[in-house]
């Protein structure tokens, strides 16, 4: 399976943002999804995740404000942002495991920048 990312961009403080996983080749049906990001100097960090029996985590920093789905018909993993806050700016990546596990598989990543 190959990852795709799209629906990045640049908004203001407060402002919302969807962002999507889709696979460009094979299937994302059976795979957890997880959403990740890098800030300039930092570490690359876990956001969210959905499993494949739909239950989801969200980093703390995000709890509340960002919301993942699964759309199966359509094979595509949104991740829902809203009440973006400059600390949110970073490239966003998707992959086939959660936060704290391990695949090599990753997408190519999408800018979200966020100004106050």
């Known amino acids: 399976v190959q990852l795709v990312e799209s629906g990045g961009g640049s908004v203001e403080s407060g402002g919302s943002l969807r962002l999507s996983c889709a696979a460009s080749?094979?299937?994302?049906?059976?795979?957890?999804i997880g959403w990740f990001r890098q800030a300039p100097g930092k570490e690359r960090e876990g956001v969210s995740c959905?499993?494949?029996?739909?239950?989801?985590y969200f980093a703390d920093s995000v709890q509340g404000r960002f919301h993942i789905s699964r759309d199966n018909a359509a094979d595509i993993i949104y991740l829902q942002m809203n009440n973006l806050e400059p600390d949110d700016t970073g490239v966003y990546y998707c992959?086939?495991?959660?936060?704290?596990?391990?695949?090599?598989?990753w997408g190519q990543g999408t800018q979200v920048t966020v100004s106050s």
């Open positions: 959905i499993r494949v029996d739909g239950s989801t």
């Open positions: 080749i094979g299937t994302l049906r059976h795979y957890p």
């Open positions: 992959a086939t495991h959660c936060p704290g596990y391990y695949s090599p598989l």
